[in-house]
C-alpha cells in the first residue's frame, strides 16, 4: 500500500483531497491529510468581518466536514519533515512515511518581525485582519471609534490577497459615510511599492477610486520600527506617518515547519516549481497554494487553478511520466470597492489585469477592471461557491485553470 | 515605447523601465540614473550588481533582501537611490520595478 500525505487542511490541501480522493485506486494508495486546528476558516470573510458585514459565524466552519470520510484525518501539530527519508514527523512522536508528500501549509502573519508592531499596542490600535482574532477584535475596536487617522499600511510584499489592503480602505470609506462620521475619519494608505496600483493599466482605470473616496496615498514606504507610544509608523528613510488606528499586513511567512525542516525561503515559502508545482529540492514533494514561492498572488483563486494542475501532475508523476508544465500563474479576484460595487481582475505570471468582458468574451456579464454591482454579487455569491464547490473539488463553469486571452482588451497596452 | 539611451534606441515602458533587459548596459544604466540625479559610484554599481544576480535567479526583489544581503545596509541603500530605492534602482539596473498584481 503506498501512501500520499497532505500537510493542511486549508483551502488548498483540503482541494487536493478531495480531488485525489476519487483518482488514485483505492486498493494501492492510501490518503492522509493532517492539520492541527480543527475549524476551516473562510478567510476572504477576514475582510467583511470588521465591518459587520459578514458575522463571525459565516466565516467558520468544522474543517471535518470538507474531508472525504475514505481519507485518514489527522488533528495534529507537524514537528518535521524528513524529506531525505520520507517522513512526516508528528507532536507526539507519531511517524507518516509517504511515497508523495503535498505541502500546503499555507502563510501566515508575523508582526514579530517589525519592531514595535505586536508590541503594547497590539489589539489596542495595532490591528490586522489577515486572521479570524485579529479581524474579530478590530470589528470590535470599529464599532465604538469616534475617528481620527486611520492608517492602512502593508510592511513588505508578497502577501496574501495583495488586493485586500486596498478593499479594507473602500470598504472602510463606505462603512464611516454610513455610519455619518466620514468627515472625522481621515484615511491613509501606506505601501511599500510605487503606488497602490503598481500596473499601468490598473493605474489609469482605477486610481479615480482613491481620489474620490479621499483616500491618501504614502508610497515607498518600507517599514523599519513601530512607535507605539507617539502612535507612528517609521520608515528606513525616516518617513513618519502618524495613526490613531493602524490596520497593518505585517510580513507574510510560510509555516515555522518549513524553516524547522530547512525547506523554506527567506520567508519559509517552499522553492516550488512554477509551472509544474513540483518542489524544486525533492520531487516526491509537491507544493500548492500560499506555502510556494511562485511569483503569483497568494489567493483562494490561484489555489483552485494550481489543484486542478497538481492533481494532474501527481497521476503522471504515479505513472512515471513527464509533469505538465501547464500552470501560468492564473488569479481571478473580486475586487470590492465599497457602495456595492467591485471590480474584477483576471491575470496570470505574463499577463496584467485589463479591461474586458468574463468569462465569455464579447458578453460577460462581468466586466474585467471596471467597478459594477454585478461584480460585487459575484463577490457576495463567491462565499457559497467557496464552501460548496471550490473545496469540494468542483470544476467551476467556464473558467479554465489556463487565463484565456480572449474578450480581453491587451492591444492598447503596447504603446 | 522607444526612447533614445546613451545613444541607442532602447525599448521602454510608459513609466521609462527597460522591456527588454539584453538592451541594458552599463552606460544606459548610467543615464538612466543621471535623469534620477543619481551618479554612479563603485558603491551603485555593487547593489546593481546584487539586484543583477537576484534578476537572474527569479528572485523577487526586497527590502529584507536587501537587508540580508551583506552587500549594504537600508539606510545606505536609501542614501544612495533617495526617495524609493528598490524603484529607482531597479529602473538603473534595467529590470522592472517590484509590482503587487494590479
Known amino acids: 500500500m503506498k501512501h500520499l500525505v497532505i500537510l493542511g487542511a486549508g483551502t488548498s490541501g483540503t482541494m487536493m483531497v478531495n480531488h485525489l480522493i476519487g483518482k488514485l485506486p483505492k486498493k494501492e494508495w492510501k490518503i492522509t491529510i493532517v492539520d492541527q486546528y480543527k475549524t476551516h476558516y473562510y478567510q476572504p470573510g477576514f475582510l467583511f468581518l470588521p465591518f459587520d458585514i459578514y458575522t463571525t459565524k459565516q466565516v467558520k466552519k468544522d474543517g471535518r466536514k470538507f474531508i472525504p470520510k475514505e481519507a485518514n484525518y489527522i488533528q495534529k501539530k507537524i514537528e518535521l519533515i524528513l524529506p531525505k527519508e520520507n517522513l512526516v514527523k508528528l507532536e507526539g512522536g507519531e511517524e507518516l512515511p509517504y511515497d508523495i508528500l503535498i505541502v500546503a501549509t499555507g502563510t501566515n502573519i508575523a508582526p514579530d518581525e517589525i519592531e514595535g508592531m505586536d508590541g503594547p499596542g497590539w489589539y489596542k490600535d495595532i490591528f490586522d485582519f489577515y486572521t479570524y482574532e485579529g479581524a474579530k477584535a478590530l470589528r470590535n475596536k470599529l464599532r465604538e471609534w469616534k475617528g481620527g487617522k486611520l492608517v492602512v499600511h502593508i510592511t513588505e510584499m508578497p502577501i496574501k490577497c495583495p488586493i485586500a489592503p486596498l478593499e479594507f480602505v473602500f470598504l472602510a470609506d463606505s462603512y464611516f459615510k454610513n455610519k455619518g462620521m466620514r468627515d472625522k475619519v481621515d484615511i491613509t494608505f501606506v505601501t511599500p511599492l510605487s503606488g497602490a496600483f503598481t500596473k499601468p493599466r490598473a493605474t489609469k482605470a482605477l486610481h479615480y477610486l482613491l481620489e474620490e473616496k479621499n483616500i491618501k496615498e504614502v508610497t515607498d514606504f518600507n517599514i523599519e520600527r513601530v512607535d507605539y507610544e507617539n502612535k507612528k509608523i517609521i520608515d528606513y528613510a525616516d518617513t513618519e506617518v502618524a495613526y490613531d488606528l493602524l490596520v497593518t499586513v505585517p510580513t507574510n511567512m510560510g509555516d515555522a515547519l518549513l524553516e524547522r525542516s530547512g525547506m523554506g525561503d527567506e520567508l519559509n515559502h517552499i522553492p516550488t516549481h512554477k509551472a509544474t508545482l513540483q518542489t524544486l529540492d525533492h520531487e516526491n514533494i509537491f507544493a500548492i497554494g500560499d506555502a510556494t514561492n511562485l511569483p503569483t498572488s497568494k489567493a483562494g483563486s490561484v489555489a483552485h487553478f494550481e489543484a486542478e494542475i497538481l492533481t494532474e501532475n501527481i497521476l503522471h508523476y504515479i505513472k512515471g511520466e513527464p509533469l505538465k508544465e501547464e500552470f501560468d500563474g492564473h488569479a481571478n479576484c473580486f475586487i470590492e470597492t465599497g457602495n456595492g460595487k467591485a471590480l474584477l481582475i483576471d491575470f496570470n505570471y505574463t499577463h496584467e489585469p485589463v479591461e474586458g468582458t468574463f468569462p465569455f468574451p464579447g458578453v460577460g456579464p462581468l466586466q474585467l477592471l471596471k467597478e459594477s454591482r454585478a461584480n460585487h454579487m459575484g463577490k457576495m455569491a463567491f462565499k457559497w461557491v467557496y464552501w460548496n464547490m471550490l473545496l469540494k473539488g468542483t470544476h467551476i463553469p467556464f473558467v479554465s485553470a489556463n487565463m484565456s486571452t480572449k474578450g480581453k482588451h491587451f492591444e492598447e497596452m503596447e504603446s | ?102
Open chain 2, 1 to 102: 515605447m522607444e526612447k533614445l539611451i546613451a545613444q541607442r534606441t532602447i525599448s521602454v515602458n510608459e513609466e521609462g523601465y527597460l522591456t527588454d533587459f539584453s538592451q541594458w548596459t552599463k552606460e544606459i544604466g548610467e543615464e538612466i540614473a543621471k535623469e534620477q540625479n543619481i551618479s554612479m559610484t563603485d558603491r551603485h554599481w555593487e547593489v546593481i550588481d546584487y539586484i543583477h544576480d537576484k534578476f537572474q535567479k527569479q528572485e523577487p526583489l526586497s527590502i529584507r533582501g536587501i537587508k540580508k544581503s551583506g552587500v549594504i545596509n537600508i539606510k545606505e541603500f536609501y542614501k544612495l537611490f533617495p526617495g524609493g530605492p528598490l524603484k529607482k534602482a531597479t529602473m538603473i539596473a534595467g529590470i522592472p520595478k517590484p509590482k503587487s498584481c494590479i
